[in-house]
């Protein structure tokens, strides 16, 4: 089921003392009006995959992963954990793109401004944003 995105008007925080400076603040609305919520043991944006710890054709058969400490791992394991790590840095993401500028420099949305993405980079690239500075202009960062 899919709804509209309803946003707090509540005041940020003592933490984060500006208004409108981050195009986090309001995220994520500043891409997205609409969220979906899968039911079952699906997830996704589109619903179409199984939640971890899931598989088969409804997404009900359990899957148990154990994940290991990479140091633990033979060395077969590790050439097949660097060959897959490889294969995420050359394979174009079928489902997501990310953007390249700030909502403001898409004018408010209006200009569109997206770049194809690696699967490898997608994951680097979710970790820059949420954890970067938040730039506030004149080479002032907070």
Known sequence: ??????????????????????????????????????????????????????????????????????????????????AYLNLAKYTISSDYVIPIGTYNQMDNGSIPMFRDISIYDLFVWMHYYVSRDTLLGESEVW
């Not at 309001?26 to 891409?31: D, G, I, N, R």
């Not at 589109?46 to 899931?54: D, E, H, L, M, Y």
């Open 1 to 82: 089921s899919c709804q509209d995105i309803f946003l707090s008007n509540a005041a940020l925080g003592p933490q984060f003392p500006f208004k409108g400076v981050d195009d986090r603040e309001s995220w994520p609305s500043v891409f997205y009006n609409r969220t979906c919520q899968c039911s079952g043991n699906f997830m996704g944006f589109n619903c179409g995959n199984c939640k971890f710890g899931f598989r088969g054709p409804n997404c009900t058969e359990r899957k148990f992963l154990v994940r290991k400490n990479i140091f633990d791992l033979s060395v077969p394991e590790k050439n097949k954990f660097l």
